[in-house]
């Protein structure tokens, strides 16, 4: 998967846009981010709980990892885009997506099937 892969299966989700921060590009949902973008390091970074990231950590070891520090602790987990599939990725963005969405965006979302 490419950095433009990911990029694009964030920015299909409901009410993204693309942002900056530290000087890489993030993905928002009303203000707040879900996902973030390392395009030198060819990974992304994915907002999960520690029981989501601890799931998909085991489940698909080669492409998720948790975040050094404390930031993995607190579920932020590395997506390594190398190894990445692409229907494993959206799947897991739109996690992210619904956990840092509304409940009321999430909610209209799920009646389209994000």
């Given at each position: 998967m490419?950095?433009?892969?990911?990029?694009?299966?964030?920015?299909a989700l409901p009410e993204v846009i693309e942002g900056a921060h530290m000087n890489h590009p993030d993905f928002r949902v009303r203000g707040k981010i879900f996902a973030t973008l390392w395009p030198a390091k060819n990974k992304g970074v994915?907002?999960?709980?520690?029981?989501?990231?601890e799931l998909i950590t085991k489940q698909e070891?080669?492409?998720?990892?948790?975040y050094p520090g404390g930031w993995g602790r607190r579920g932020a987990t590395h997506v390594n885009l190398q190894h990445a599939k692409e229907s494993t990725v959206r799947d897991a963005l739109a996690i992210a997506w619904r956990n840092i969405a509304t409940k009321t965006l999430s909610a209209a979302a799920?009646?389209?099937?994000?």
């Open positions: 490419t950095v433009e892969d990911y990029r694009r299966l964030a920015l994915l907002m999960l709980t520690p029981a989501q990231q070891p080669a492409m998720f990892a948790p799920s009646k389209r099937a994000v």
